[in-house]
């Protein structure tokens, strides 16, 4: 008995002799916007293009930078797809890290990677206007959207703030 008290010490006590550790959680949880809402914010932004004359594509990322929603916009060229997922990620992961509102204020704070350009390898990095970060009232955040199709980011940009301002009250 006295060899298996002997045994059980040396066990316990080789669990316990490691580095300390801080104390949290096991187990980590993120906010992100339910479907119908991010659906309901991509098309928003579809929609106010559309009747500003411009076809566009709408992107939402969700807090780990998926694609969450998605909506085309009937005439748009192809590569509108990919591009409003890229300005959706980098004003929510760019965003997020620099405390930047859209991809222009990213743009402004010249926040476009090292003098090297290594952010510029990233395939999901797009430093153009036309991506908003997702932010609820008290500024925690929730995602991003990107909006491509029409004759400029800054106009994709405008159609992605006034869906965000129309849509963000059922942020909660």
Known sequence: MAAGLLASGMVAGTLTAGPARAAGPAVITTQKLAWEIADQLA??????CAARGWSVTAAVVDPSGHEQAIIKGDTVPLQSLSVSYR?????YA???T???DTTSALI???VTGPANGALNTIPQVL???????LRRADRSVLGG???SGAPGGELDEACAVAAVKEVSPRFQ
């Open 43 to 48: 098309a928003a932004a579809v929609r106010i």
């Open 87 to 91: 300005k959706a990620y980098t004003a």
């Open 94 to 96: 760019y965003g997020m």
């Open 98 to 100: 620099f405390d930047k």
């Open 108 to 110: 402004a704070a010249k």
């Open 127 to 133: 430093f153009v206007p036309g991506g908003v970060l």
């Open 145 to 147: 959207l990107g909006v």
